[in-house]
């Protein structure tokens, strides 16, 4: 069973930067699909970065493209998602989500993720 934790939220001015992390444990293997969604109050769940632990391969929200990148530290089993140039519309809880398949085509569906943290919360001002 794997279970995600996520920190690193906070306030922030607009044009800040904040950096959040995943601390993941629990892992049957090494292939994951890991995922950050966010979502605003009384707006849905909106996928914003994954990345595939089997081949490293990265993919991000158009909608944030350009301002946030997500990494992964392997040896500490921690998924990053650094936040550049943040605006009062990224202003969400933001969660972590892994499933144990492959990213491709289907890295925003969060209905395919079967692991989730509590979250953590960003607020833009």
């Known amino acids: 069973h794997v279970q995600l934790v996520e920190s690193g939220g906070g306030s922030v001015q607009t044009g800040g930067s904040l950096r959040l992390s995943c601390a993941a444990s629990?892992?049957?293997?090494?292939?994951?699909?890991m995922g950050w969604f966010r979502q605003a109050p009384g707006k849905e769940r909106e996928a914003v970065a994954a990345?595939?632990?089997?081949?490293?391969?990265?993919y991000v929200a158009d909608s944030v493209k350009g301002r946030f990148a997500i990494s992964e530290d392997n040896a500490k089993n921690v998924l990053y998602l650094q936040m550049n140039n943040l605006q009062p519309e990224d202003t969400a809880m933001y969660y972590c989500a892994a499933r144990a398949a492959s990213c491709a085509l289907t890295w925003a569906r969060d209905d395919l993720y079967n692991y989730w943290g509590r979250g953590t919360q960003v607020t833009v001002s």
């Open positions: 629990g892992a049957t293997n090494s292939r994951y699909c």
């Open positions: 990345h595939y632990t089997g081949t490293a391969t990265t």
